[in-house]
């Protein structure tokens, strides 16, 4: 993880080069930031579903966590659901729903109590070595998207 001193030093060289405010250096850096981490997600993404649906559940945990991010996106943000609704939802991707919630709560990308489910209310503090196998696009985008921005 780049350290704050890192990238002030990086947005200052930006400002350098580019003439622009430090504000605006900083604002391009972390568009430039999302569109990469998006354009990753998408890419691990599309040659893993067709249709809508999960061709086939990756191995590698980094890939796992991008279907999974996708596969949270079918569910409203704050809202509850029971269980059998998000067993619905979980069928419409995959055969193995229960397999997706299991690794939906693992994730926390979804909560679970009294066999009601809803998305996390934040994104999930990560440790190093989970932030290793969790693809870009988390940070960059999962708190906005459960928080409803």
């Known amino acids: 993880m780049t350290r704050d001193s890192d990238f002030k030093r990086v947005v200052r060289t930006r400002m350098a080069e580019t003439g622009e405010t430090y504000t605006a250096a900083r604002s391009a850096l972390e568009r430039e930031a ?25 191995a590698k945990r980094k ?8 596969v949270v996106t079918r569910f409203e943000p704050g809202r509850v659901y029971p269980e059998k609704e998000v067993n619905e939802v979980l069928t419409g991707v995959h055969e193995d729903f229960a397999y997706l919630r299991r690794e939906l709560v693992n994730y926390h990308y979804l909560e679970r109590e009294d066999g009601r489910y809803r998305t996390a209310p934040h994104a999930p503090t990560r440790s190093d070595l989970e932030r290793q196998e969790i693809p870009a696009w988390e940070a960059h985008w999962l708190e906005g998207f459960l928080t409803g921005r």
Do not use: M, T
């Not at 999302?34 to 990756?58: K, N, T």
């Not at 890939?63 to 996708?70: H, N």
């Open 34 to 58: 999302y569109d990469a981490a998006r354009a990753e997600q998408e890419r691990l993404v599309a040659r893993l579903f067709s249709d809508g649906r999960i061709e086939r559940v990756p």
């Open 63 to 70: 890939v796992r966590a991008a279907v999974l991010l996708e």
